[in-house]
């Protein structure tokens, strides 16, 4: 969590993280490194946030203007100056003011957007969290058979197949979509009206 006066380091990237999504990254730019090694110091979030415009590498990218938060759960350093870490998706934040800093790292200030309430999917939707189990099952089997007990899964444990807000976060990270349509879909207030777009999405690509 932040509060509006502090300022949020931010990690422009090529993708979108969506609230309780899992995101590996292997971090070796040595800005980026320390940034890591400071927020793991200060048990500290950062944003994950989609690029406009830019790279991810050298000069500071363009970044769209709703973001989610990331927490470390995981870290290792196998190589020297090569940082590995798993994060998880906290709450979604829009940028209010940013700035960019003499190593060409953005920070920002934020207003966080609260998090969809926890409720059930709903009849109209349950074929989308069947559809999901079997995706899951299905990844979790050949993940297994494919590296044993080296297999890390990658959805968070537990499976909360009977919220709206998770089903509807795990399959925004799936759908084969551009990352235009993904930042719209973590745009998207409401849990219930996220999952009305993924079920559209599944019924109009016989998915289920």
């Known amino acids: 969590m932040t509060t509006q006066g502090d300022w949020l380091p931010l990690f422009p990237l090529n993708t979108v993280l969506f609230p309780a999504g899992v995101l590996p990254l292997r971090v070796f730019e040595a800005r980026y490194v320390d940034m890591i090694r400071q927020c793991m110091k200060n048990d500290a979030p950062f944003g994950v946030i989609r690029i406009l415009s830019g790279q991810e590498v050298g000069t500071a990218a363009v970044p769209d203007a709703v973001g989610c938060l990331a927490h470390i759960v995981q870290w290792d350093m196998q190589d020297l100056g090569v940082l590995l870490i798993r994060t998880e998706g906290g709450m979604r934040f829009r940028i209010r003011e940013k700035r960019i800093l003499p190593d060409q790292r953005l920070e920002a200030r934020v207003d966080m957007i609260a998090d969809d309430p926890a409720i059930p999917v709903t009849a109209a939707h349950v074929e989308c969290a069947k559809a999901l189990k079997t995706v899951i099952d299905d990844v979790d089997r050949k993940g297994r058979q494919e590296l044993g007990a080296a297999f890390v899964s990658p959805f968070t444990n537990p499976a909360r197949l009977d919220e709206a807000a ?38 109009q690509n016989q998915i289920i």
């Open 166 to 203: 998770w089903v509807a976060n795990r399959w925004c990270e799936i759908l084969p979509v551009s990352l235009e349509a993904r930042q719209k879909l973590l745009e998207i207030e409401g849990a219930d009206s996220r999952l009305a777009v993924v079920h559209d999405f599944l019924r």
